[in-house]
């Protein structure tokens, strides 16, 4: 019945997992306005590009990536301008 004991909990235990993931390696990885990369890259959808320096740039990012290290742990799945 308590809910704002409940969700302190939740968030002391998600920084928790959040920091023990960041301390063995584990990092996020930001894609916008980068050229698209396949090796990390996942394109799940293009769209038209407004001007050439667009072209082959992550234009929104739907999930983020992740790495371990040098390892891809998920790949980052974006929207690129063609």
Do not use: C, W
Not at 47 to 63: F, L
């Amino acid at each position: 019945e308590d809910i704002v004991a409940i969700k302190e909990g939740i968030a002391l235990i998600y920084n928790k997992l959040k920091h023990s993931t960041q301390q063995k390696g584990l990092v996020a990885f930001d894609s916008i306005g980068t050229t698209f990369d396949a090796d990390v890259m996942e394109a799940i959808t293009h769209i038209p590009a407004t001007d050439e320096s667009q072209k082959n740039k992550v234009i929104d990012e739907v999930e983020k990536g992740y790495k371990l290290g040098d390892k891809v742990i998920r790949f980052a799945k974006v929207v690129i301008a063609q």
